[in-house]
């Protein structure tokens, strides 16, 4: 995986770009004269594919540090892992498909799945050392404090 300031890679758009639009435009159109017109019914096989996904994440910053909140729903914490490298906050981790079920049981898988990666680029104003993240109920909270001097500070003002 590359880094990037974002999003992480979009895997799945390769085979789309890969495919020939107007087979695939014509396997719709067969597929919708195929299938019931009744609103219940089964409709049919539908591809099963296991997309690649974003986690939602939220940055903001506070007087003292920068906030960085990543929804990261199913996971442990050993899936997951933050990293900063030349001012380039990154966390990359594997949301896993369970076969609890054989695949051919489905009759729908709308969750995605697989690898993830998101990288942030930070101010020069971080202080490296004491970075702390922390995890719990699959939302990852990552606390980067500012330098002492990147800190707003009060200036008394004299009258004369």
Known sequence: MTTGTGLAPAKGLRNLFAADPFRLLQQRMNRLFEEPFTPLAFQG?????LTTWTPSCDVYETNGEIIVKAELPGLKK???KVTIENNVLMIRGERKFEEEAKRENYYRI????????RSFTLPLSIDAKKINAEFKDGMLKIALPKMEE?????VDIKVV
């Open 150 to 154: 990147a800190k707003p500070k009060a």
């Open 78 to 80: 050993e899936d997951v």
């Open 45 to 49: 096989e539908e591809p099963f594919t």
């Open 110 to 117: 709308e969750r995605s799945y697989g690898e993830f990666l």
